[in-house]
């Protein structure tokens, strides 16, 4: 009823817009592919290819020339993935023109990757490149177990590491959970913007990633196990607030009705009606998540936030495979031990 | 007991759910409302305890309008106003005790109610409701382990829970087989009769309306459009109330 009958031709018209940028994009991105890669790289041989800006710039004119025109036809990857192009019960889309070009993008794709991370099967079979690889893998596997101690008390700290992070972001992830819940404050406009700014804010230091965090804290606290659990705590309340209210959005408004009608006061009805709900799914998801960040502790060790990864670091920096070999199986055991507990600990709470 | 003068109720989308709804329902009364779905009778129901706001018009409740209370007092008015409804809407993993315990909340402190107090004369209290409706011996299970049947009784306890002087029903026995849906029925009939509670019950089945209202209201499109008793709906007022294609079907 609310307008939507009056938008059908506006609505047309943006998609036709959508479909033209995206067709320009592709052909830009098809035209700068084929010469940098097939025509400088393959056709020419140029080791190091110049660059210059006008490059991409004829490629994007190149690619509105072309949307321009193709937009008429029915070769138009925009018209077909926005659905301005109709597809019949009896026809297959991967088999429309459009499809064609999709292929195209594909492969282009595939074979600039080829030699943008300059796979060289050749120096994967070299004798040098293999008997490099015998090496590491011996010594991998001749582990020097007199640092086995080392390594244990490392990865111990790893593991509290990561759960004192967990731990410390819970009860912060659980109130903030409430106010990132649309359904419980959708109600008036000062809960809503609060709503808005904690979901920015949340999407924005999750989308940093926890190494970052972690580079960026061990500057500021100094190198140490202090750093990755800052770095991990940042990134857990975040990731933790951000399930925990869409858990939230998910209940069952039923017993909030009937707790509400009974008198109670909002503590109470979130207490009763709200909780009971999300309990389960809230520790579930906990333990998940512990679980991951043993795993990304032993990452953040790498760039300084203590921890084995920190050991592995030293060590590798040093090619001292033996104990690199060390600290990998005790790595790999802790993974393994920890994913099985935690998958053991969901099964039993569902 | 209750009068509700002129009630209006538009909802936030621009729809006009209920029209100059007006009608009295005297203490200890058994009344039921009847209409097609979508006719108003959830929003009635939801604006006499308030979980819907009123747009217009007066709710007096022994003489006091709630359609403008606010905080302590909108508690205690419902407080007063017992529940039930369709999807019986218990707590999930808490047991039937607990469940009917909940009823007590408006009573129970905060503090003393996250930590789950309660006091010796609230669980006796509890167990005598969940005897009340049958439920004996149940009261440790997990309430949402039981039977559609057996959790609407938990719901009635909760409600009784609150010492109401009004229980309102919406659609109590919609989800339930015809067996189970009398045996609801006899309860609710139970509590008005024996411990004096008014009903107000929302009702589908025209047979269950004739065996246990006192009196019926129907709606239609949000307006009243009869008031009278289950005898007196003849042929001619089903048509009108259900429309004219509508048949009725018994339940036994
Ligand atoms: N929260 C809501 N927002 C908007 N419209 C609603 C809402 N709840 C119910 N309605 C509408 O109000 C009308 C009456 O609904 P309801 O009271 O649930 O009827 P009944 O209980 O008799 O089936 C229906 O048209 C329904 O779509
Ligand atoms: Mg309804």
């Known amino acids: 009823m609310s307008g939507q009958n009056y938008k059908a031709p506006e609505h047309i018209a943006i998609t036709y817009t959508k479909s033209f940028v995206l067709d320009v994009l592709t052909w830009a991105y098809i035209a700068l592919v084929s010469y940098k890669i097939i025509w400088q790289k393959i056709v020419l041989k140029e080791r190091y290819p110049d660059f210059f800006w006008s490059q991409p710039l004829y490629s994007f004119y190149i690619g509105l020339a072309l949307a321009f025109i193709l937009i008429f036809t029915n070769f138009s990857l925009g018209k077909g993935l926005f659905g301005i192009i109709k597809t019949k019960d009896d026809e297959v889309a991967t088999k429309k023109p459009f499809a064609y070009i999709g292929y195209l993008v594909i492969l282009l794709t595939f074979i600039t990757s080829y030699y943008v991370s300059q796979i060289s099967l050749k120096e994967f079979f070299s004798p040098q490149g293999l008997e490099g690889a015998q090496r590491i893998f011996t010594a991998l596997f001749n582990p020097n177990w007199a640092i086995f101690e080392e390594g244990l008390f490392a990865a111990v700290e790893t593991i509290y590491m990561a759960f004192i992070a967990t731990a410390v972001a819970i009860p912060v992830a659980f109130v903030l959970g409430f106010f990132a819940a649309r359904n419980l404050m959708n109600g008036n406009k000062v809960t809503f913007t609060i709503y808005n700014l904690l979901r920015a804010c949340f999407n924005i230091s999750r989308s940093i990633e926890p190494l970052v965090w972690a580079i960026i804290f061990s500057v500021w606290v100094g190198i140490g196990p202090f750093a990755g659990m800052l770095a991990l705590f940042i990134h857990s309340v975040a990731s933790l607030t951000k399930q925990y209210s869409e858990q939230i959005e998910s209940i069952d408004d039923g017993p909030i009705e009937a707790i509400t009608a009974t008198g109670a006061h909002p503590i109470q009805i979130v207490w009763y009606g709200v909780v009971p709900q999300i309990v389960l799914p809230y520790l579930s998801y906990t333990i998940y998540r512990w679980d991951i960040y043993v795993r990304m502790a032993t990452i953040i060790g790498l760039v300084g936030g203590g921890g084995i990864g920190n050991l592995l670091m030293q060590y590798q920096g040093q090619a001292r495979w033996n104990e690199v070999g060390m600290l990998v199986i005790i790595i790999a055991a802790i993974v393994w031990a920890m994913d099985w507990a935690s998958s053991r600990i969901r099964e039993a709470i569902k | ?252």
């Open chain 2, 1 to 252: 007991m209750l009068e509700i003068k002129n009630l209006n109720k538009v909802y936030p989308n621009g729809l006009h759910a209920l029209k100059n709804v007006s009608f009295n329902v005297p203490q200890g009364e058994f009344l039921v409302v009847i209409g097609l779905s979508g006719s108003g009778k959830s929003t009635m129901l939801r604006c006499v305890n308030r979980l819907h706001d009123v747009s217009g018009g007066e709710i007096l409740f022994n003489g006091v309008d709630t359609t403008k209370l606010k905080g302590k007092a909108l508690r205690e008015m419902r407080a007063n106003i017992g529940m039930i409804f369709q999807h019986f809407n218990l707590i999930p993993r808490k047991t039937v005790l607990q469940n009917v315990l909940s009823g007590n909340l408006s009573r129970t402190g905060i503090f003393k109610s996250i930590l789950g107090m309660y006091t010796k004369e609230d669980k006796e209290r509890a167990m005598k409701y969940i005897e009340i409706v049958g439920l004996k011996g149940k009261e440790k299970n997990r309430a949402d382990a039981l039977s559609g049947g057996q959790q609407q009784r938990v719901a009635i306890a909760r409600a009784l829970m609150q010492n109401p002087k009004i229980l309102l029903a919406d659609e109590p026995v919609a989800s339930l087989d015809p067996a189970t849906s009398h045996s609801v029925m006899q309860y609710l009939k139970k509590v008005n009769e024996e411990l004096g509670v008014t009903v107000i019950c929302n009702l589908h089945f025209l047979s269950l309306v004739r065996q246990y209202a006192h009196r019926v209201v129907a709606l239609k499109g949000g307006v009243l459009i009869y008031e009278g008793k289950p005898s007196e709906i003849n042929e001619q007022w089903f048509k009108t109330i259900y429309g004219e294609d509508a048949v009725e079907v018994t339940i036994n």
